[in-house]
């Protein structure tokens, strides 16, 4: 019986060295699993002891992880419990849903049923081509993210993932994107999503160290997504489709303008050609152009049978407002006038896109009868 | 190990392990990976340093007649930056063009060495 005994010693003296075992946590855990070893036998029998021991590593006093970071991390990180996190971070997953909430406002507004299962398939097609975009965007611009301050906190810049693990995101994304949105929407959704991503990845990434034409670029890429949208539903893009396309055209000036106007010396200094630092003059009128742009789209809209005409009282304060704010940074162009447009135009896009929604024109309701017939039933608003 | 940013080059440094029967295939992906870091690394110390200079004799060129400010206004830098920009075009180019190649190379090798091929 000792014998037994003293091999359980041996077996807890052996585990207490390491006091944690490693379960794969692919899901959102902050802490490290720690098992305590407590005696099992007592004089033969299967009562537990009463009094437990608790072996700690000497080195391993807490269960957190050390609040100072070590300067010399292993690279990729071994820690798998961020790797969710690390997926998010590189697909931007705040931009994402941006791009998401557009392409669900462009379903939306399309004259046509809301099927619930394209909608749901559209979101996720367009969620994962976004993804894929922003994992192959930050994969080409390691060094220079490196550079900006905004910037160097990446996931590729500190080296948490290896480029191929990126990449292989980037690519196992864009498949699966492409895929839900050619068989499980129609074939021009996934057209507009697939060459979205060229023009994201091919186009504007490298365009923005050659010329500032790259802001043109990816207003473009901005303004695609509720196209998706609409021929998510439609399988046909109409005047409507583009009218939504252009306010957003329109809209990424204001919003990328502003940004990068505070950034000017990192835009510099890691050679990204902006407006905002080789032409602030054109930045700012461009700026402002495209606000006044949005307020008249936006008072179009009726007019192209898209929404009623309440929608031109109900968007004008907001759009009035955005061109006061682009007017201020216009005259005054300081840090102060810049981040309040931007953090405006953050807002303006969701709450637009919220009062297209409220004023959109017809709202098609499915009716079965008892033939199973389905019945188209316009309610007119 | 990753390390700590450079403070000139902001690039992180990377110790990469050697594996001690490593096949001719990763050999050339270690290799090629420790020449690209360091010719980044020489890349950006060299821009970022001439970057600083420039910034401070533009500066202090700027700043003489009036002597009571230490720092230029945003639309007087903004100038220099256009500058340094433009002056600096063709090098950031043709660094692009060569990152790229360099990048995808690697790229190419990492899922070679990743697929278990050995040449």
Known sequence: MSKILHACVRLYGYNTSTNFYHKPNFIFKKYVNLRIPIANYVNQSNAKASATTLDVHPTFTSLEKPSIAPAWKPTPSTDRTNLIQHYM????????????????????????????????????????????????????????????????????????LTPLHAMTFAAVSSILGTGILYYGVNGLTALLGLSNLILYTSIYTPLKRISILNTWVGSIVGAIPPLMGWAACTNSLNSGAWLMAALLYCWQ???????????????????????????????????????????????????????????????????????????????DSSSSSSRKLFKYSLIHLPVLMVLFLINKKKWFVFEENSNNDIELDEIEE | ??????????????????????TPLQQRLRELQDETQAWNEEFWSEHNTRFIKEKESYIKSHLNPNDERK???????????????????????????????RNFTLLFLALKVNLGFTR
């Open chain 2, 71 to 101: 720092t230029l206004t945003a639309d007087e830098m903004s100038e220099f930056y256009k500058a340094f920009l433009d002056h600096n075009w063709k090098t950031h180019v043709k660094y692009n063009f060569e990152w790229y190649s």
């Open chain 1, 89 to 160: 971070k590189l697909s931007k997953i705040r931009l994402t849903a941006l791009v998401v909430v557009t392409s669900m406002a462009g379903y939306a507004m399309a004259p046509s049923p809301f099927v619930w299962d394209t909608f749901a398939l559209c979101v996720a097609g367009t969620g994962l081509m976004s993804c894929a975009a922003n994992a192959v965007n930050q994969f080409h611009e390691v060094p220079f993210d490196a550079q900006m301050s905004r910037t160097k906190h990446r996931v590729l810049v500190c080296g948490r």
């Open chain 2, 1 to 22: 190990m990753i390390g700590p940013p450079n403070p000139v080059s902001n690039l992180r440094p990377i110790i990469r392990q050697r594996l001690l029967h490593e």
């Open chain 1, 253 to 331: 000036f204001p919003h990328f303008n502003a940004l990068s106007w505070n950034l000017r010396p990192d835009y510099s200094r890691a050679g990204y050609r902006m407006m905002a630092v080789t032409n602030p003059g054109l930045c700012r009128r461009v700026a402002l152009r495209h606000t006044v742009a949005i307020a008249a789209l936006s008072a179009c809209a009726p007019l192209l049978d898209t929404t009623n005409y309440w929608f031109v009282l109900e968007s004008a304060p907001l759009n009035l407002y955005f061109i006061y704010l682009a007017y201020q940074f216009y005259k």
